[in-house]
DNA sequence: ATTGCTGCAAACGATTTGCATGAGG
DNA sequence: CCTCATGCAAATCGTTTGCAGCAAT
């Protein structure tokens, strides 16, 4: 049951000068916390700041093996946690019970509209949210800093899904 | 990681009104997909209603034993399921890898804003998310049942509490 | 040298399914 | 009577961990 996200179109690929300063958020990261700086960290890092969608661990896995087929699964997984630690990355947990990655590396915020059939996402940008963001920080006093925000329902797919089972009754 | 959600006083108990037409969403939902009525699905769709927070099944499972020990996990789990498809109950993919539902009927969708230094948060509505919602629903296919938001920030008092902060170096 | 890293394989745990028995229509 | 529901036990599958050998500092 593993229907993959939907994919959609952005233009986030990030310069070189950004994967620069995003292998040096990583590199100090590694320092404070007193690990070691590793080539393999290094290429899961480069791997998945090319990727524009939702991965899970194990669709990285495959994408970083094409750069380096030594690597392993659990150093994709592991790297990945780091990732998210230093806020590189964020994990969002699909219902069909797959952790999903993406960068947030020079990223505007956006959000996410989730099939709960299927798992499949759309990401959408919504000015419409930054505003209420903005209103309801005011009215309360708040300095907001972000928002997450999720829609959910049936896509188009899942929904034709359910008409058919029904028809065979 | 994962913060569970903070617990909210909310007097979203349903009148015995609510729950016989919850009763009767389901009981036509089974109809309708040729499935049967029985005394466990009752007696989980009614011990359901009576919670107020994110429950895994096996959460409920616990509850629903207390009026009836004999109905097992599967049967919980399966019902869960049916809810969810009827629209009565909605789940949300938890960082722990667990599952929760809550359940949707006559609950009308609220947002939290949430201190970051403090953890202390701000219940509220917004009729422009919702409005989001439709509209974004509409413009992929999507039919949507319901949404998270949540802002995140510094409270007032957080910040008063850094200026003071600042004025002792 | 010391300490952390890697990758395999095995453990884990929530979810899901197969199946024999029991209940609803 | 026939069909579906139930609940146990077993299977599944993504995630996580133990460990022996390897690499970075």
Redesign the pocket.
Known sequence: M?TLPKRVDDNTALSNESIREAEEIFNSH?KRV????????DAILRTFLETHEHL???ELHRLVKRSDP??????V???L?LLAECGLASGVAFHD???RYEHQYNRRSHHHMVCTECGSSVEFFSPEIEKVERDIGQKHHYVTTRNTFQVYGICERCQKKKHIKRELH
Chains 1, 2 share one sequence.
């Open positions: 593993t590694l007193g690990l070691k700086h590793t080539e393999q960290r899970s661990t194990e030594r690597i392993g699964f659990t150093t997984y592991r790297t946690k019970g797959v952790t």
